[in-house]
């Protein structure tokens, strides 16, 4: 089975409000190796936090995928992604662990690794993977944030949930304390698939209906796709950084058939000198 | 910090700092705030902070609980909220609680469950399920327009443009959009060899904004563009 073509783009913008932008994001399309960081920290850690954890697992995992074959079990990739995300924590909670200004630093963090025909999904707190496909948007994370405990458990009314506070507090981050559990996952991708990886810039000012109907309806373009989300959150309000990646799939053949005589000819020479 | 106060006549009565713990609200003397006034009930209501947030809540009260006039059974307190209690008042005052600079921050917070790893027998429901409205101010403007078809299959019909982003022209071929912006409509060119005329002329890279009156077109199509 030929491997699907991912082709990415990505924004990390400091939003209309904040002095510093704590976000950071990461994209190899080469490698399917996609990165979306959130820093929390007084005195600019947040910044280092969420840099340090794109370094960290792009060292790790740039060598990891390398040594796995796309015809591999996908499943292989899971325990990866998940010691990559641990080490990240190890480090960011050493360098916390050295540094008075660093103290109580840490990031979120949303991972997908597409490998063949499936993707590997990971994340830490409230930063967000969602899936468009056949025109349909879906949240394929669960945050880890109070305010969603609250919900869940009934303590709060959904509807009143806008004018809760704790919207800024997560229960879950990467370098804050010594153990760290990511959530995983494994999906099998289609191709026209769409995956869009942020933070809670976005999809805090941006309801999922408006951010599936910027992506169903700019698709085809993806740099122009990202640059909607993130001037959609700005227009909103924009009181924080707002990052965002989105992801396209498509079958590396060309599917569709050729157009016209003059596209029928071009197949028909190119059939015929590839044999 | 937050703090509660009482106050009856428009004469300030007693002030209560709120820390980590839950406060009682009623007649009988056990209450943190303790009214002595027939329409309150013994234990008529409790304050509850979690997180950043103080949530009020109503004990089933004889009288109920009203905050700015509106009866609540739980409600999570806003600075500068009333909560009445027959002729007294209690004003809720937390400058942290409508300063959104600094909430915004990213900060840890203990979770309320002990969150094992999820399985398929996770009983919560998916975050699918469960949509956690968005922080978007009320206030966010958003400007009214429509457009009306001159040419093409669509012709003498109007499309409001009343959502974010509207699709002109045929995907895969050639297409723009109208975004919908605080400030105005914009038109973007998207995919296709050919970019939309706005009044004639072929727009860039660039989005144009639109103003009342213009005419664009993309592919076969032609609109005028009609703004309030």
């Given at each position: ?84 995300i ?49 025109n ?17 458990l ?11 506070h704790?919207?800024?507090l ?48 700019l ?23 707002i990052?965002a ?6 079958e590396?053949?060309?599917?569709e ?19 | ?15 209560y700092?709120?820390d ?8 009988r ?31 089933g ?7 700015n006039?509106?009866?609540i059974?739980?409600?999570i ?31 840890i ?14 009983p ?28 093409g ?76």
């Amino acid at each position: 089975m030929s491997h699907l073509i991912i082709e990415a783009a990505g924004l990390s913008d400091v939003g209309s409000v904040r002095q510093y932008n704590e976000d950071s994001i990461l994209l190899d399309a080469e490698r399917g190796l996609m990165v979306l960081a959130d820093g929390m920290g007084g005195h600019r850690a947040g910044e280092v936090a969420s840099r340090m954890a794109i370094e960290s697992l792009l060292t790790t995992l740039h060598d990891k995928v390398a040594l796995f074959s796309p015809d591999d079990d996908p499943v292989t990739l899971r325990p990866v992604v998940e010691q990559s995300i641990i080490r990240a924590n190890d480090e960011i909670f050493a360098a916390a662990q050295s540094n008075p200004n660093w103290h109580g630093m840490g990031t979120t963090l949303a991972v997908a690794v597409f490998h063949g025909r499936r993707v590997t999904l990971a994340h830490v707190g409230d930063s967000r993977i969602y899936r468009l496909r056949f025109n349909r948007l879906q949240l394929l994370t669960r945050d880890d944030s109070l305010l969603r405990d609250q919900v869940e458990l009934g303590l709060i009314a959904v509807a009143d949930a806008s004018s809760s506070h704790n919207r800024n507090l997560v229960t879950r981050a990467v370098g804050i304390e010594a153990q760290v559990q990511p959530h995983l996952r494994d999906d099998e991708i289609l191709a026209g698939d769409l995956y869009l990886l942020c933070s809670d810039g976005l999809n805090d000012l941006v309801d999922d209906s408006d951010i599936e109907l910027i992506m169903n309806s700019l698709k085809v373009n993806l740099p122009l796709a990202v640059h909607h989300l993130v001037q959609a959150a700005k227009d909103n309000g924009g009181h924080d950084n707002i990052s965002a990646i989105l992801v396209r799939l498509r079958e590396a053949a060309p599917a569709e058939a050729p157009r016209g005589w003059l596209g029928r000819l071009r197949a028909w020479w190119r059939s015929g000198v590839g044999g | 910090m937050a703090k509660l106060v009482l106050s009856t006549d428009g004469n300030v009565v007693f002030q209560y700092f709120l820390d980590n713990d839950r406060l009682g609200i009623g007649r009988r003397a056990l209450n943190q705030v303790v009214i002595d006034d027939p329409a309150v009930s013994l234990a008529h209501a409790v304050i509850v902070p979690v997180g950043n947030d103080h949530i009020l809540e109503d004990l089933g009260s004889a009288s109920g609980t009203f905050v700015n006039g509106n009866r609540i059974e739980r409600h999570i307190l806003q600075h500068g909220d009333v909560i009445e209690f027959g002729k007294y008042n209690l004003r809720y005052m937390n400058p942290r609680a409508s300063a959104e600079t600094d909430l915004d921050r990213t900060m840890i917070f203990a979770g309320l469950q002990s969150v094992a790893a999820p399985g398929p027998d996770d009983p919560r429901p998916s975050p699918e399920r469960l949509r956690i409205p968005t922080a978007r101010p009320a206030r966010a403007r958003t400007p009214k327009a429509r457009v009306v078809f001159t040419v093409g299959p669509r012709a003498r019909s109007t499309v409001e443009l009343d959502r974010v982003v509207t699709m002109f022209g045929k995907p895969g071929v050639r297409m723009a959009v109208v975004t919908r912006r605080p400030h105005g409509f914009f038109i973007t060119h998207v995919e296709g060899d050919k970019h939309p005329r706005v009044n004639g002329r072929r727009i860039g890279a660039e989005p144009r904004q639109l103003r009342g009156g213009d005419e664009f077109e993309v592919g076969d199509e032609r609109v005028e563009f009609k703004q309030d």
